[in-house]
């Protein structure tokens, strides 16, 4: 009987063992899979905005993701979600597909944006308008600087649609 | 020390020390099978060995692939390709074997079904299978990414998606999977790590335990006959081989095995040599672009079925249901409630429900390759409606079978 608690105790201790040392390996792993800091480093991007045409989508590249900024036409129905520079209105949004993240193709002639993927389509202001994607295009961090605008960093435009709850 | 007789021949040699007669007598010569089945049961066999093709081939491009953003690509497509010496053999073997063995995956998996494999006391056996086409299945995804093409990044980037779980945006997970916020080299490394160590190891140790799950319970056979396979071994060993129900694997039911393999191993090299285009994608000779989507994507043919479950729904239930088309053939022993173990055939209602599903999976696999557009979406819809109407129906269509 002795022995056996004596046997039951060793196996407790080696249980308690291997269970710290499973969450030290867990965790381990969990930062060793984690984006490395080079790759988070390399998040900034400035585009100059002074050249753009209206009704011509530009993409630029932010973290390896495309970014659609499109000047607006006058008749293009203003939306909360627009990036004012200047006198200008700007749709600013990464160009993933809130569906499973295929990149959308602006029709200038019908002034949407339709993903192949799956069929689902997005205004000019990056509203999600026909399913399967379930909410309007993301809107990067953003800061207007002139006419300037600088991606990764948050200015205050940027803070305020993140208050209203409208950049993703 | 364990006495050891002098060895007369290298045989014995070994035998004293691995036993290999003890070895080769429990594992072939008398690792019974029974006479009445058809050809059909071959397919464990032709898998072993396609995946062995696999294996080999992959050492091969192994050699030369390089698993780096910039230059997988041009490793796969001219270096494999152009330079090495027969590297496009193995290229094509290597693509048209992956092809393949999901084909032969699926006749394996439909014969189980017919004739009512998974059932009482052969359940390991259905799910061992199960576990092990989940694998395959991460095996072939994963083995996609690497010649880092169009196909492979957008690929790569809408499955990768998936794991956000839909309106849970868990974006930090998919992150994490990703190692960046696109697939780029970290994921790419880590697929490569996963397609030729990870997947592989996990693949050898599920086909052990799926051998070691027939031991018990024995193959089923074409009857669902339940045989006295003890009786019926002794019947052969006394030499009444005429009337005993049983074979020998090695080396009777081997010549069959071998006979099939060798038929098709005409047709699969015959695919290698003449028609090794159908399991590469055109797209996939782009090389991956993050600022340009392909104008349509769609997966390789073996999971299109499961691919236009996702599709006609939106967001949310589309990720249920393509969970729920993963996971539910694993349940198939448990919601079969008949205790008959017999041909769909024999099986009444049953047998509809086979047929209804085979054709229902083939009908979805075709929708899933045409766009979603128009009647291609509502025929899709209906396929993915009657494929779940069919399980849930299982179990209440099988509750009262008559005894066969
Ligand atoms: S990824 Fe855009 S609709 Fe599915």
């Known amino acids: ?168 | 020390m364990a006495h050891f007789e002098k060895a007369n021949s290298l045989h014995e040699w070994l035998d004293q020390r691995l036993a290999i007669d003890t070895l080769e007598r429990v594992l072939a010569k008398e690792y019974w099978i029974p006479k009445n089945i058809n050809f059909l049961w071959a397919m464990g066999m032709v898998l072993a060995f396609t995946f062995g093709i696999l294996l080999v081939s992959g050492i091969f491009l192994l050699m030369y692939y390089q698993p780096n953003v910039e230059l997988a690509f041009d490793s796969v497509n001219y270096t494999i390709m152009r330079e090495v010496e027969f590297g496009w053999l193995w290229r094509h073997v290597h693509a048209v074997a992956a092809s393949v063995v999901f084909l032969i995956i699926y006749i394996h998996m439909f014969t189980g079904i017919y004739y009512g494999s998974y059932k009482k006391g052969r359940e390991m056996i259905w799910i061992s299978g199960m576990l092990l086409f989940v694998t395959f299945s991460a095996e072939a995804f994963s083995g996609y990414m690497l010649p880092w093409g169009q196909m492979s990044y957008w690929a790569g980037m809408v499955i990768t998606n998936l794991f956000s779980l839909g309106s849970l945006e868990l974006n930090g997970l998919v992150e994490w999977i990703r190692g960046d916020y696109v697939p780029g080299q970290a994921f790419l490394d880590r697929f490569f790590m996963l397609h030729v160590l990870l997947l592989p190891l996990a693949i050898l140790g599920l086909i052990g335990l799926h051998f070691g799950t027939l031991r018990i319970p024995h193959v089923n056979n074409q009857d669902g006959e339940e045989i006295d396979f003890e009786a019926e071994a002794a019947k052969y060993k006394a030499g009444n081989k005429r009337e005993a129900k049983v074979i020998s694997f090695k080396p009777d039911f081997l010549s069959k095995d071998m006979f099939v393999l060798s038929v098709f191993l005409i047709f699969f090299f015959y695919l290698v040599f003449w028609h090794y285009s159908f399991a590469m994608d055109p797209i996939n000779f782009d090389p991956a672009d993050p600022m340009k989507t392909p104008p349509h994507i769609y997966p390789e043919w073996y999971f299109l079925w499961s691919y236009e479950i996702l599709r006609p729904f939106p967001k949310d239930p589309g990720l249920v249901a393509f969970g729920i088309a993963q996971v539910i053939f694993f349940l198939l022993p448990f919601l079969d409630r008949s205790p008959n173990v017999a041909p769909a055939a024999r099986r009444g209602k049953f047998n509809i429900w086979f047929w209804t599903m085979l054709v229902d999976v083939i009908v979805l696999t075709i929708m899933g390759k045409l766009p979603p557009e128009g009647i291609y979406s509502t025929i899709g819809l209906v396929a993915t409606i009657v494929f779940f109407a069919l399980w849930i129906s299982l179990p209440f269509i099988t509750k009262n079978e008559k005894a066969v």
């Open chain 1, 1 to 168: 009987m002795a022995e056996n608690s004596r046997r039951d105790f060793m196996g407790k201790v080696f249980g308690g063992w291997a269970a710290l040392g499973g969450l030290g390996v867990l965790y381990a792993a969990k930062k060793t899979w984690d984006p490395l800091p080079s790759v988070k480093a390399a998040g900034f991007t400035t585009v100059d905005l002074s050249a753009a045409e209206p009704n011509v989508l530009n993409i630029e590249k932010w973290r390896g993701k495309p970014i659609f900024i499109l000047k607006k036409t006058p008749d293009m129905e203003k939306s909360d979600r627009d990036v004012i520079v200047g006198k200008d209105r700007f749709m600013v949004a990464i160009g993933l597909c809130t569906h499973l993240g295929c990149i959308p193709a602006y029709r200038p002639d019908k002034k949407d944006f339709l993903c192949a993927c799956h069929g689902g389509m997005f205004d000019t202001s990056g509203d999600n308008i026909k399913p399967p994607p379930p909410s309007p295009l993301v809107i990067p961090p953003f800061k207007v600087d002139g006419t300037k605008l600088v991606l990764g960093e948050e200015g205050p435009q940027y803070k305020k649609m993140k208050e209203a709850g409208i950049t993703a």
